[in-house]
């Protein structure tokens, strides 16, 4: 059996990688994935502990966060779209629909 330290420490590099692209990167459709990067770490923690520890209630709780994680990709996606009729660009530093 695979230790559950070698789970979180694929976790971590895996909400690393999310946290370093959604930071670094200025392309909507990059953002996004990597905030789905960061969900599917956290996701990976979780189920990491359920099984170490023998209870059900980590993995459903993975159910919800998959949930909402998927709604969020839904309405992320489009935003998206909406954005890119607008603009022909998916770059953020272009869209200043916030300022008056």
Known sequence: M????YYLILSGILFSC???????KR???TIFMSIELMLNGVNLSFVAFA???H???GQVFVFFVMVVAAAEA????AIVIALQRGKDTL?????NLMKW
């Open 91 to 95: 770059d953020l530093d272009a869209f």
């Open 18 to 24: 999310g946290v370093i692209g959604f930071l670094i």
């Open 55 to 57: 209870h059900l209630s």
């Open 51 to 53: 099984a170490q520890w």
């Open 2 to 5: 695979v230790p559950t330290s």
């Open 74 to 77: 839904a309405v992320g996606l």
């Open 27 to 29: 392309n909507i459709i």
